[in-house]
């Protein structure tokens, strides 16, 4: 895989969310990050045991912010062409994506999801 420069704008799959962002350092095994928009919105609940609502903690899992910082793996930061959306659009669109797909289901878990992301529009948007 090529070494990406300081600068560049990229796709970087963080935990369970996907982000267009702009490397602003190079830390060996890592980059550094910064948020300009959300591809796609965090996975609600439980990352250890998916889809399960029942003797687990269920998180509620906020996407990050605008120019916030992450430490990602290189192994997980790809090139990005695409024209880099605004933010906040870009944050309505992932999280009524993760809705779309939570509707398909009617399951336990996706209607504890479906709260958490009811939960979140009301903080991001408020």
Avoid: C, W
């Amino acid at each position: 895989m090529a070494e990406l420069e300081v600068g560049t704008i990229v796709k970087a799959h963080y935990k369970t969310g996907i982000y267009a962002g702009e490397i602003v350092e190079d830390r060996g095994a890592m980059y550094l990050v910064k948020v300009l928009a959300v591809l796609k919105h965090p996975q609600q609940g439980d990352l250890h045991n998916p889809g399960q609502t029942e003797n687990v903690f269920f998180h509620q899992r906020k996407a990050l912010s605008q120019f916030e910082k992450a430490n990602v793996a290189k192994s997980a930061v790809h090139f990005y062409s695409d024209e880099v959306p605004s933010y906040e659009e870009s944050l309505k669109d992932a999280l009524n994506g993760l809705r779309e797909k939570l509707n398909k289901k009617d399951n336990d878990f996706s209607k504890l999801a479906l709260q958490r992301v009811d939960e979140l529009e009301h903080q991001y948007f408020s």
